[in-house]
């Protein structure tokens, strides 16, 4: 699991004034808005008694830990402390990491890392969110699986008439001819000629005067940590998923999908719209499930690789050398799921590093650079 | 989990002529008592085919285990292998760990650990146990947390109006003033000052006409290994709670309580008690589960401490003591519980040290005085 | 768990022209036909991205990835990649392991090691199958226990008056008088005087005029790896088991019984017949389960052993020296169950000893002669 990227923790119109729990990287966070509707992410994990933020209450722009009413400001620091005569001051040890959020497009993103501002990497574009051309619809689905594993299932074009032969793959036709990668340090994005079968149900009549092309371009793109789009072009118009794997643990993972259409944008048709992109997400699960070893490898030649793999292959060798640069998370410092901990660590936010008067103000310590093995 | 102690196993009038097994310290016994009613102690494992002798039958003091018939007596030596032709002789080595035993305070007691008598720590004192003026009942709940999670929980004052703000805590009145403990090498005590809220339900209705104090004074006090006792003082009586916490396993507690209370006495009015002390039990239970990390941290400074939190600081100093005198199980070498084992430890009985010429006789390994780490 | 033995995976007349999953040594196998009717067992895990084949379609003889359909012939070479333009040759690297097979007593067996075909273990001789004297019932059952404690519990006739004291065993007369070993490399049997219980139910009324002996003979022995045969010479006829004892995984077994008798020979007594069975086991199961330290001890001494366990000393001892010969698997490279794996390990088969020139053609790496500890 990488650190230092932006991830998507929820649909925006899920965070609200109620606090929600997210998890991500084997870690919990709490997220809320502001009175101003500033979305907030502080680590879950109070540093009086390790209480879950999450279970409490707001008030105003604090939260206020379940256990014993420790309320915190949407910087992290400890502002009350119930127990304490009022004149007694707050230790300065009373704070919690807070990580960067944001609203845009649709999600709320965190930042989950400590690099600077100015050396994170991006947050993806999502144009289609705010178009008017184009209606968006929201899915969701855990699966048993490592989040990678998932990841790189929607990333991959060749599966498609196998798994999905039913849905939007063709059998008969499973050849893909060979495609050109277009990547950045952050992305890399293909089209890929598929054979499509011919649609069915609402939209197959809705659509059964056009003409069926041979081919049909899918564009298939990974943006880092854990986003895949895929575009598929059928006859009727442009279907545009956003694929966000969010890893609850090493093997189970939270997908979150916001399916993007510019065709039937009337509400009436998200119902329809919505038990396509899950039919897809439900034959995907099973064979996803099956896969082993259940964590994606670390050596390229622990699996063996076809031309057809190109997205997946650059995926893995970005990755390496992400790991290289101690951007990994993993292994034995994971603080939810697993054999109980004795001590908590959590993944460093910016405050660690742009405060250096804070440098021993911190209760938890920081996760380690994984070594990945 | 810490040896060396008596530990309340079970109440005292489940203990009978039916084996009964108890889960401790990621061990199991066996519970039963003789003709003479003398209840008694034995590891639950047969040193034959690690049969569980919980699952077998009486024979007179006797208890056989389910497998092959292994008749071991009170005192854990085998005294029938009813395979063998009777002129065969037993073996020595077929023999379990007898603890000592005894029944107090309504409870069964067991030594869990091989100090010789006169270096035992006490059993503590429960003096409304027998005292006509007070009318107990028994009340228990599995609690999917450590022990020490759950024991300190309960030793904590300050969690009270945030928690049981509906039952016993006042919200608006959080503060705690600073309180003097009384401590010895076993336990530690304090009258810490609430303010509580209105009486409810039909406490509240038969006390409705007493004026209401703005502070009662709460006694919390600890007895190693894993008890709490609560008094509380409400406008009608003494409520007094002791609260036994079992470690089933690192992350598994078994919650035996103990409560007594000196109005409404009869037995009209147990079935409310119940209910309130449950209530608690039910408002603690998901805020303990949810605490990071699971285990209690040995470290002092891995947990933010304040003023309140006294008494539980005074526990985990005195644990760190004990810890360096090998008076720790844990670690790796529990028998029952995470991954399947290959050989079986156990905790040593004090037949082990007493007896020098039984050294070559026990089949199962002592556990370790454990490296907490 | 030893490697470099038959196993009996499956009941001949279940495996056929869909592909079935076997589990045995914590790897999955895909079992299935060739037209020709052959049995085939090959690695379940394609080397392409860990799907699991047993999940996906035959084709001829040949099997296909459900996830990108990859084809495997019965060698377990790859021969067809559909994403692959037609002129694009086939990797070497695309194979899995090919496990031997076939089909015997009602049984396929097939070979989990590498040994050159003259150095293999026999597969036991069941000289009732196929014998119109004899009438046979399936039956099997999933038991949470370690597979060697199931099989030495099936070996082990001086449980019987214990546990099976209502079924066959008798309590009143539990003593095992000495017996005989006669036991070869591969397997140990012996005669041993059971008292008999009086038969209940139908093949009670059916005897009821047969006078009882004192003594019946029941005839108990393992054959290596994991088979019990168990013999028992009832009044009316006699009882013959096999017992094959699969391990899942260090912690859970299949186990899967041919069970022959020689009275009531018609389809009308099957019904009885399996239910009589599936008693045994179920009396077996619970007392089974609780055992502990859940793993068989690799040291004698870490139980205690009576002459009446003679046949499971021998096991032990036998099975010491194919640890010290390098036959075990376990420990950490279990494919199945426990923690997610980062990279498959799986059994070597016989290709990769016999065919030098495809020693650098494997991608799964062979699973390491265990250190058992």
Same mark, same amino acid.
């Given at each position: ?11 925006? $119109? ?119 051309? =184009? ?15 998932? =990841? ?15 849905? =939007?793959? +063709? ?15 952050? &992305? ?18 809705? &659509?059964?005067?056009?003409? *069926? ?6 564009? +298939?793109?990974?943006?880092?940590? +854990? ?23 090493? $093997? ?7 399916? =993007? ?10 119902? $329809? ?11 995907? *699960? ?43 998370? %993993?292994? $034995? ?15 460093? &936010? ?19 650079? %994984?070594?990945?093995?």
């Amino acid at each position: 699991m990488l650190k230092n990227f932006w991830y998507a923790l929820e649909f925006a $119109d899920k965070v609200g004034r109620e606090p929600r729990r997210a998890t991500c990287l084997g870690q919990e966070f709490v997220l809320y808005r502001t009175e101003a509707g500033t979305p907030i992410c502080l680590s879950d994990l109070c540093v009086h008694r390790g209480g879950s933020l999450s279970m409490g209450t707001l008030n105003g722009d604090c939260i206020a830990c379940p256990y014993h009413g420790w309320q915190y400001d949407s910087d992290g620091a400890c502002v009350k402390i119930p127990a304490n005569a009022s004149e007694r001051k707050i230790p300065r040890k009373a704070r919690v990491d807070a990580y960067p959020a944001v609203e845009r497009h649709g999600m709320v993103w965190a930042f989950l890392g400590d690099l600077p501002e100015d050396e994170r990497p991006p947050i993806p574009d999502i144009p289609q969110w705010g178009d008017p051309a =184009f209606r968006a619809v929201q899915t969701e689905m855990v699966i048993d699986a490592n989040y990678e594993r998932t =990841f790189e299932n929607v990333v991959d074009a060749s599966h498609t008439p196998f798994v999905h032969g039913t849905a =939007f793959g +063709n059998p008969a036709k499973p050849e893909i001819p060979d495609f050109r990668i277009r990547s950045d340090d952050w &992305s890399a994005e293909a089209d890929i000629q598929l054979s499509p079968p011919p649609p069915k149900g609402l939209w197959g009549w809705l &659509s059964r005067n056009k003409p *069926r092309p041979e081919y049909v371009t899918v564009t +298939n793109g990974w943006y880092l940590p +854990n986003v895949v789009k895929l575009h598929v072009r059928l006859p009727i118009g442009d279907l545009i998923l956003y694929d966000f794997n969010i890893p609850l643990s090493q $093997d189970r993972t939270l997908v979150k999908i916001l399916g =993007f259409r510019n065709f039937f944008t009337g509400a009436w048709a998200d119902r $329809d719209a919505r038990k396509r992109i899950e039919k897809i997400l439900l034959q995907d *699960r099973p064979v996803v499930e099956a896969q082993r070893p259940e964590l994606l490898p670390f050596d390229l030649s622990d699996e063996l690789h076809v031309r057809s793999d190109g997205l997946q292959v650059a995926y893995r060798r970005r990755r390496a050398q992400l790991i290289k640069d101690g951007w990994w998370v %993993g292994g $034995d410092d994971v603080v939810t799921g697993g054999a109980p901990q004795r001590s908590a660590t959590i993944i460093a &936010s910016p405050a660690r590093r742009d405060n250096p008067e804070l440098a021993s103000a911190w209760v938890h310590k920081a996760r380690n650079p %994984g070594d990945p093995r």
